[in-house]
């Protein structure tokens, strides 16, 4: 069989997310607000993807960081 099992995607998932984590986290240690930007874009990007419905279901602070509050009044 050349199809994965239905639990494959959530542990590679899983892993994605331990990833990028990690990865966020590296950089913290060199300089919070770079990772507070591109935390930004990244909810920003993801928000487009998803046709401005990803806004509705992040606390105001988080929209208001990446810049999702004004898009919304739109």
Known sequence: MTGAD???PVA???DDAAELIAQ?????GADPVEV???VAEVLAALDRAAGGALREHLPET???DAGL???SSA
């Open 24 to 28: 966020l986290r590296e950089l913290a």
């Open 6 to 8: 239905p639990a494959d």
């Open 62 to 64: 988080i929209r208001v």
């Open 69 to 71: 509050d004004a898009a």
């Open 12 to 14: 590679a998932t899983d």
């Open 36 to 38: 507070r930007q591109v």
